[in-house]
């Protein structure tokens, strides 16, 4: 049952309930302008700082979250994303079991990132992401090289990659890193399937995720004068 | 009546740690850097109960100092308490070194407190812990016995109000930590006695279910609590093991949720537990029967504790069964009134959380204890070392605090990887030389390259900065570090944190410790 338009697409879907989606960071908002919908699987690759900002401020707004089988993640990195840490639980080596044990955290933690193994056969892929549809959870599927090196979690409904850092403040032995600008492409099904970039400060001076926006291009009026 | 065993941490300490000396060698415990308990000797010296160790050394420099181990006293304990219960039945522990025992039926049996007196003294000298001192004492109430005990008097029938009155009105919590204690103190109340004479309506209306409780302890009259009944059964709660398991910290683990449920299933009916009856069966039919009392409100981590001591002392002692645990059950004894449902009131967890936290439970099962871990923000200087991993269901307490300013560290923001342990890294100049960092913290050629130790890659660097030396513990050879710190930029725009140990005689030993990913 739903209530169509008069050209016969689908308004409001009465069949599903929906449940509110996951607040994200304004900044993270050009990419996926609804929010982390609950239910689905948002494959993240090329950045840890990426998974942490889009995580964090669920986090911060009392979901849970999981990190199963990724490397070890600094707390104080995730703090300064803005994480709360008290609903943040780790599963460095899930193991042979790792189906059965990201399928338990999907009944009760409302984020659950992995790392899939090399090879994850498509069966369990398409189970995983069932139950995160049943249980309202959002799988995030995480990894470390850029998408370019093959699409190891099909079933994912929003693609988010982070390509070509650039860090800012540091020089030739002198300065410090203070802040990285990095392009993120968000490309997907449904509502996502027209791809969107966006280049972001991740992290941002003094940590966490900021907009980066450009500055103008300098003209030179003196040759238009002339 | 109270049996006593004075500084019973003390004796516990002696006793696991096989201590051949004589009993006059000065010896403390300590928690947390403070005295809780020290022996006669150590208390001749001028050691006191809340001294830091240094201070305690200071005044007795041969002082034998020990770590607190409440599980083994709880297991030395477990003969005191069998040998108890040999000469009369129904014997409450309050804490390890600290029995209750109701003496009327006793008294009966032997004749007089007099005979129940020595039957308990040759029942206790009968032990083979010879170094045990046990004082007891009789009176109205559990409370006044253990003071008796303290004293080593008997109190006539009646006479407990009297004994009392003029005690100091902090003994009713010698660790000075109750708030209770101070406000009686600034209301002028100093002793005992002054604050059983209040009316016990008003004190319950002014301190609540605890504070009636310590009036009633004050007056002598906590043999027979006011609000206290025989609850109903339902409250009692069972566990049956299956397989039955004969490890405490697994008994412990599988426990948790009977606690919760047990504590949870009173607090539903407005009842908070003082006192319980803890009942394990082994699967060949052995039982041990114990009652626990405890001074306030038993919460799910008190029961949790006695449980894993009872079964210590039960699993580990003399009387040990001939299998594995398989029934656990927890009766209520005594109850009090509670004001309110305290875990929702104080806890704050709500269904989500409780949901989480059992999912989480679950996983732990799966893949064993460890596998999953609870992260926390600590002090230090190194990224490793600011971040501290503990399993699911352990206190996720800091080592190190982390709001100090820890000078040395490296500012926000932090890297998001850490490499544990650090990978070693061989760091090369434009020429292929290895890039070394001068005892003045001054790097002469500049890092233009890294790779791993094998060789395999090379990765060539755009930009860095550092050195940034960190000399920390040089006091202590065992765990001192002198490190310069790095940051290296690399042509794909990845950064990392490295480290170079300073001062090493073979060649500068880079380490790759961090990723900025």
Redesign the interface.
């Known amino acids: 049952m739903a209530v169509r338009r008069l050209d016969g697409s689908t308004a409001v879907d009465l069949t599903r309930r929906v449940a509110p989606a996951l607040p994200i960071h304004p900044a993270l908002s050009p990419l996926l302008p609804d929010g982390i919908r609950r239910g689905s699987t948002v494959s993240v690759s090329g950045s840890v700082s990426l998974l942490l900002a889009l995580i964090s401020t669920a986090s911060a707004e009392g979901a849970w979250c999981a990190l199963v089988g990724l490397p070890t993640i600094s707390a104080e990195a995730a703090a300064e994303y803005g994480l709360d840490l008290q609903r943040l639980a780790i599963v460095p080596q899930p193991g042979a079991s790792w189906t059965t044990a990201v399928g338990a955290l999907l009944d009760a933690v409302d984020i659950v990132a992995l790392r899939p193994p090399a090879r994850a056969v498509p069966g369990d892929v398409r189970r995983l992401a069932a139950r995160a549809r049943n249980r309202d959870a959002v799988l995030m599927p995480y990894q470390p090289g850029t998408a370019v090196n093959g699409e190891t979690w099909p079933a994912a409904d929003v693609r988010l990659s982070a390509q070509g850092g650039r860090w800012t403040g540091i020089g030739a032995g002198h300065g410090r890193l203070r802040q990285r600008r990095l392009t993120v492409t968000a490309a997907g099904r449904g509502s996502a399937a027209r791809s969107r970039s966006s280049t972001l400060w991740l992290p941002a001076a003094g940590g966490g995720v900021g907009t980066y926006e450009p500055v103008a291009p300098v003209l030179d009026l003196t040759a238009r004068a002339g | 009546m109270a049996v006593w065993c004075p500084d019973w941490p003390v004796t516990a300490a002696r006793l696991s740690a096989d201590l051949s000396v004589d009993a006059e060698l000065p010896t403390a415990v300590i928690t947390a850097n403070r005295v809780i308990a020290c022996s006669h000797a150590a208390r001749v010296a001028g050691v006191r109960r809340g001294l830091r160790r240094r201070e305690a050394q200071a005044r007795c420099p041969n002082l034998a100092v020990f770590p607190r181990d409440e599980l083994a006293e709880a297991r030395t304990f477990e003969p005191v308490v069998l040998a108890l219960e040999s000469v009369a039945p129904a014997v409450e522990v309050t804490r390890p070194g600290l029995a209750a025992i109701g003496v009327r039926g006793p008294t009966r049996y032997f004749g007089s407190e007099t005979g129940v007196l020595h039957a308990l003294s040759r029942a206790v000298a009968d032990l083979a812990t010879s170094t045990t001192d046990v004082l007891i004492g009789i009176a109205d109430g559990a409370f006044a016995a253990e003071l008796a005990a303290r004293r080593g008097l008997v109190i006539p029938h009646g006479g407990s109000p009297q004994f009392l009155a003029d005690l100091p009105v902090n003994t009713l919590d010698p660790s000075g930590n109750s708030p209770l204690i101070g406000l009686l103190r600034r209301l002028g109340l100093r002793t005992l006695g002054a604050f059983a004479e209040l009316p016990a309506r008003d004190v319950l209306a002014r301190f609540g279910p605890e504070g009636a409780w310590a009036h009633r302890q004050a007056g002598g009259r906590d043999d027979r609590p006011v609000a206290a009944r025989r609850p109903p059964v339902e409250f009692t709660a069972t566990l049956d093991l299956e397989p039955p398991v004969d490890r405490v910290d697994t008994v412990a683990f599988s426990a948790r949720s009977l606690a919760e449920r047990f504590i949870g299933d009173l607090a539903g009916h407005g009842l908070a537990c003082t006192c319980l009856e803890l009942q394990a069966q082994s699967e060949n039919g052995e039982e041990t029967v114990r009652r626990w009392r405890h001074a306030g409100v038993l919460g799910p981590v008190d029961v949790l504790d006695r449980i894993r001591w009872q079964l210590e002392g039960w699993l580990g002692g003399t009387a040990r069964p001939t299998g594995g645990v398989a029934r656990l059950r927890l009766v209520p004894i005594e109850t009090v009134p509670t004001g309110a449902h305290q875990q929702a009131l104080w806890g704050g967890s709500g269904a989500?959380?409780e949901?989480?936290h059992?999912?989480?439970a679950?996983?732990q099962t799966?893949?064993g204890h460890g596998?999953?871990?609870?992260?926390?923000?600590q002090g230090g200087r190194g990224?490793g070392q600011?971040?501290?991993?503990t399993p699911?269901g352990d206190d996720p307490e800091p080592i190190r605090p982390p709001d100090q300013p820890w000078p040395g560290r490296i500012?926000?923001?932090?890297?998001?990887?850490?490499?544990?342990p650090p990978r070693p890294i061989q760091v090369l100049d434009d020429d292929g030389r290895p890039v070394r960092v001068t005892d003045r913290g001054a790097?002469p050629m500049?890092p233009a390259q890294f790779g791993f130790e094998d060789g395999s890659t090379t990765i060539a660097i755009t930009?860095?900065?550092?050195p940034w030396p960190v000399d920390e513990r040089w006091w202590d050879p065992a765990s001192a570090r002198h490190v310069a710190r790095f940051?290296l930029?690399d042509v794909?725009?990845?950064?990392y944190l490295v480290s170079c140990e300073m001062g090493a005689g073979n060649g500068p030993r880079w380490q790759l410790e961090?990723c900025?990913?």
Do not use: H
């Not at chain 2, 930009?463 to 550092?466: E, H, Q, R």
């Not at chain 2, 794909?492 to 950064?495: E, F, H, I, L, Y």
């Open positions: 989500e959380d949901r989480a059992r999912a989480l679950r996983v799966l893949l596998s999953v871990l609870v992260p926390v923000v990224p600011r971040t501290r991993l699911w500012p926000a923001p932090v890297p998001t990887v850490l490499i544990d790097v500049p930009s860095w900065a550092g940051q930029v794909q725009g990845r950064a961090a900025y990913d």
